[in-house]
């Protein structure tokens, strides 16, 4: 008898600017993960509705015109996130790491960074396969 292998787990990768998204989809798809994407706040939100049995991790950027990362952090809190939130910055200055934990940021990557400290931090947040 053969055992049945579960899916890869799933990461929400969130980010309006489209180059961006599809760098950061590929980059958690390289690490034998599958990936959805959302451009805004708003679908992201829908896609956590919809997936939230499938989702392992959330990803989104944190520098987006309009409601940016931490809206998008605090949306996901009050909606009740189905996983982890592992925000992707460029930002100079963010808010202190107890301050992201209370809007419920599970950790932070910065840009530029490697796709091995990206795999890092995203594998960190995984459950145990």
Do not use: H, W, Y
């Amino acid at each position: 008898m053969r055992a049945v292998e579960s899916p890869p787990p799933c990461v929400l990768v969130v980010d309006d600017e489209p180059s961006v998204r599809d760098i950061l989809a590929r980059a958690v798809r390289s690490m034998g993960l599958l990936a959805l994407t959302a451009a805004s706040v708003m679908e992201a939100l829908e896609a956590c509705r919809l997936n939230a049995g499938r989702l392992a991790l959330v990803l989104p950027g944190l520098n987006r015109p309009g409601p940016g990362g931490l809206t998008a952090l605090d949306a996901l809190r009050a909606q009740g996130p189905p996983a982890p939130v592992l925000l992707v910055t460029g930002a100079a200055e963010l808010p202190g790491a107890g301050e992201l934990a209370r809007r419920g940021a599970a950790g932070v990557v910065a840009k530029p960074f490697r796709l091995r400290d990206l795999a890092r931090a995203v594998r960190a947040l995984l459950p145990p396969r």
